[in-house]
């Protein structure tokens, strides 16, 4: 079965981000701004790809336990969103409303593996760069 790690990359790039930010402002603190900002960034780093490794086990389970896929895609024009059917793995239905910029930046297509994320919304389970 195909795994997803979009959160641990995501994690890890984040996580740099701010390990940076934060290690410049602690070496600046204490006069080495090289030290501080290389101990940030993998400090960041690290934390990052915890997290994000963590949530990536959730989005695989799910995946593996119950295999979203998006069986229909309708547009409400009056709405300005998108009413998407998505289908477990014992074809029970689901219907999830998706805004329409959530649907522009994701670009949800039929047959799509999808996961439930924790406020009962749907998100790709894979990257389309992956596939």
């Known amino acids: 079965m195909k795994k997803t ?4 990359r995501m994690g890890m790039a984040l996580g740099m981000c701010f ?12 006069d080495n701004m090289a030290m501080g900002t290389s101990l940030g960034m993998c400090i960041g780093m690290a934390i990052g790809l915890a997290l994000g490794s963590l949530k990536d086990k959730e989005v695989n389970k799910q995946v593996e336990e119950e295999g979203y ?9 009056e709405k300005e969103e998108y009413i998407i059917t998505i289908v477990n793995r014992l074809e029970e239905e689901s219907i999830v409303i998706v805004p329409k910029g959530q649907m522009e930046e994701e670009n949800f297509q039929i047959d799509d593996a999808v996961f439930l994320n924790d406020d009962g919304l749907i998100e790709q389970a894979y990257d389309k760069d992956d596939e």
């Open 69 to 77: 896929t998006i069986k229909d895609i309708k547009k409400d024009e």
């Open 5 to 8: 790690n979009k959160n641990t």
């Open 19 to 30: 390990g940076v930010s934060i290690g410049t402002a602690i070496g600046s603190t204490f």
